[in-house]
């Protein structure tokens, strides 16, 4: 169902998208590696979800799992805010563009043929602003252990 989702993200706009997000990630060039799963992301939403590091290492310790840290993490906070804000600038931008692409796309799904193609593409722009504005500090990771974590963390609220 993802391919099938992804396809029609690319079809519709998706690699324009992508295209921005690259364009980006190129004129920022020291972060480039760390922005490559970002525009992966942004080309091919579908099957993947941001999750913040913090809930991931929470649940690689809640189920005694070795806890390994990138590059970022070892360097600390002060990094990620940095990186977050050199990229902010741009991120307003594409936060404004998956606004926009979100709103025409659920104006689109006035047509009920239209809503199986419309609505997911509308959800997947409106899910990718938080990761437009802020990419660092989040893991894309596949929907389901996403899910698994996301349940985690809101069991140990509890």
């Not at 992804?6 to 921005?20: D, Q, R, S, T």
């Not at 590091?53 to 805010?81: C, H, P, Q, R, T």
């Amino acid at each position: 169902m993802a391919l099938i989702g992804n396809l029609v993200w690319f079809i519709f706009g998706g690699f324009l998208i992508g295209l921005v997000y690259f364009i980006g990630s190129i004129i920022l060039f020291p972060l480039f590696p760390f922005l490559t799963p970002l525009v992966g992301y942004a080309f091919w939403p579908f099957g993947r979800q941001p999750v913040s590091k913090s809930a991931i290492k929470a649940y690689k310790i809640e189920n005694n799992m070795d806890v390994d840290e990138d590059a970022f993490a070892k360097a600390g906070g002060i990094i990620i805010l940095l990186a977050n804000s050199l990229w902010f600038i741009f991120g307003i931008i594409l936060a404004i563009l998956h606004l926009i692409a979100g709103v025409i796309n659920l104006v689109l799904c006035v047509g009920v043929v239209s809503i199986p193609v419309c609505l997911p593409n509308a959800l997947a722009h409106f899910k990718m602003i938080k990761v437009a504005l802020f990419p660092f500090g989040v893991n894309l990771i596949s929907t389901s252990l996403a899910e698994d974590i996301l349940k985690s963390k809101a069991k140990s609220k509890l």
